[in-house]
């Protein structure tokens, strides 16, 4: 597929999308971003079947039982060691990218999908409930990286007026791999108990795809240039994903940046947390992913977990809650879509105020449908529409957009170390929010929303008010417009400790720790 340069009237040139651009977000979003979705989900359906073979193998060894609680915590052992593997791999993945590339890291850490794959299909053979928790987290180790370095590597190689399409091609994955997991859960598909391991190790499948094809295309231009000072690779890599496009502008931008880090090595996490040239940054990446988590991933699990008594008040018959609850994961599909297709146009700041926005007020709506439904009919209806917004909102902008924005916030020194930040609190939130909920909604009830519904309202105040629009801008304008806003601010601290230090003359000197509003009184005529 050829690449036309458009050349628009400000003079800048606009690339177009190419085969190679397109190849690589499909492959590495297919491979290792729709695990993280599929994962997330797969345990859900063979809940009942994981447990009985869990109780029969302890038999089997000591000929006695389990307790339903220590069944229960095992089971819940099993579902939350994905995200200590998550946490874990997140730690990892700077110095992982930093070693072998984005593309190379991407490459090698498919061996640990394989590994947890044969562990996990094989666990029922070998009698082994063990095999199972291992697996699930080693498979979290590699969600842990790849919800890191996909983004990192997309936007590293997309030109800048699509690097917010490329950028949120994993959230889409993340979503179909919910929704496959939904549809294979059927019990018209693996859904039967002789298929659960069959079913938990699946993922071997595309990562196999994934694993055969990646390697052919180049490495992150940006890396081979910045980190690896390799000119001839770069302009190799560039040609690949830009085809017949002018390259000659782009390698002058990141030579550009290449020379204001020529006296900066890579940062590890504790000197970026120290750095206040990037304080802003920091303390964004760590509001939006906090927030993602918080008022998205495990806002919107909360919501499945009452989804099939929803859809019963609602009056569809049980038997086909389970259907009804897997076609909710196309709008999680289509609100991705939406987004992908719409953040080039409208930027990051509308999508994800505008997805905060929404979700806080479904999370509004939810409280007040669970407290009117027993009086007013209706109000089951209005609950089942909430439950689709706050869906349709986190995946239109909060799905996605923090892990676009913590690439664009951040030059090349400081890119490993801000997504180690990122992901680890990303992964921290998750783990905390699925012991502290349970609490909050035995204490708060339905007013447990409003908790979610205020996170969302302050995280979208966040962003309208301290971060810029990045869109359509080179990772060395971002870092010029968070430079200017620190100079500013930096110019009305001293011009306040000016004015502070002038009413004092005036004073001639007057009381030190006199307030400053009562400065003036203090003047001598």
């Not at 002058?252 to 040239?277: I, P, Y």
């Not at 998205?296 to 389970?322: C, H, K, L, M």
Request: aromatic share 10%; glycine share 8%.
């Amino acid at each position: 597929m050829a690449e036309e340069v458009l050349i628009p009237p400000s003079g800048k040139i606009t690339s177009h999308l190419t085969a190679s651009l397109l190849a690589v977000a499909f492959l590495t979003s297919f491979g290792s971003s729709m695990l993280y979705g599929y994962n997330l989900a797969v345990v859900n359906s063979p809940a009942v079947y994981i447990k009985d073979f869990y109780n029969k193998t302890v038999v089997g060894r000591n000929g006695t039982g389990l307790s339903e609680e220590t069944l229960t915590l095992m089971y819940s052992l099993t579902v939350s060691v994905f995200a200590v593997g998550g946490l874990l791999g997140s730690l990892i993945v700077g110095m992982l990218v930093t070693r072998y590339g984005r593309k190379g890291t991407v490459v090698n850490t498919t061996v640990l999908v394989f590994i947890a794959a044969l562990l996990m299909g094989f666990s029922r053979i070998c009698g082994s409930p063990e095999m199972i928790i291992i697996g699930r987290f080693i498979t979290g180790i590699h969600s842990g990286i790849s919800l890191s370095v996909v983004p990192m590597y997309l936007g590293e190689i997309a030109p800048k007026n699509l690097r917010g399409f490329l950028g949120l091609v994993p959230s889409i994955f993340i979503g179909t791999g919910v929704f496959v997991a939904q549809i294979l859960g059927l019990h018209e598909l693996l859904g039967k108990e002789e298929h659960w391991p069959l079913f938990l190790s699946v993922i071997a499948v595309p990562t196999f795809i994934q694993l055969m094809l990646l390697p052919w295309f180049p490495e992150s231009p940006r890396y081979l240039l910045i980190e690896k000072h390799n000119i001839h690779a770069t302009i190799r890599a560039l040609k690949w994903y830009r085809a017949k496009c002018n390259i000659q502008a782009e390698i002058e931008e990141m030579q550009e940046e290449q020379r204001s880090l020529l006296s900066v090595e890579t940062l590890s996490v504790w000197k970026l947390m120290l750095d206040d040239t990037v304080r802003w940054q920091v303390l964004s990446v760590v509001v939006i992913n906090i927030g993602m988590q918080l008022s998205g991933i495990d806002a919107v699990r909360t919501i499945w977990f009452y989804t099939n008594s929803i859809f019963e008040n609602a009056g569809i018959p049980a038997p086909e809650i389970q259907y009804t609850t897997a076609g909710t994961g196309i709008i999680e599909i289509i609100a991705g879509l939406i987004g992908c297709f719409t953040i080039e146009k409208l930027g990051r700041r509308p999508l994800m105020i505008g997805g905060f926005a929404m979700m806080g007020i479904c999370s509004t709506g939810i409280t007040l449908a669970l407290i009117l439904q027993a009086h007013l009919s209706f109000m089951r209806y209005i609950s089942v529409c909430c439950v689709v917004g706050i869906i349709a909102g986190f995946c239109i902008g909060p799905a996605g957009v923090p892990f676009l924005v913590t690439a664009e916030l951040f030059k090349q020194s400081h890119r490993p170390a801000a997504y180690i930040i990122g992901g680890s609190l990303n992964w921290l939130s998750n783990f905390t929010v699925g012991f502290v909920f349970p609490f909050l909604q035995m204490s708060a009830g339905a007013y447990c929303y409003l908790v979610f519904a205020t996170i969302c309202a302050s995280v979208a105040v966040y962003v309208y008010i301290v971060i810029p629009e990045t869109k359509n801008k080179t990772f060395m304008e971002i870092s010029q417009m968070f430079s200017k806003k620190e100079a500013v601010l930096e110019t009305q601290s001293l011009i306040h400790v000016d004015q502070l230090k002038l009413r004092k003359l005036n004073g001639y000197g007057g009381l030190e720790h006199a307030s400053v509003e009562f400065d003036s009184s203090l003047s001598v005529p």
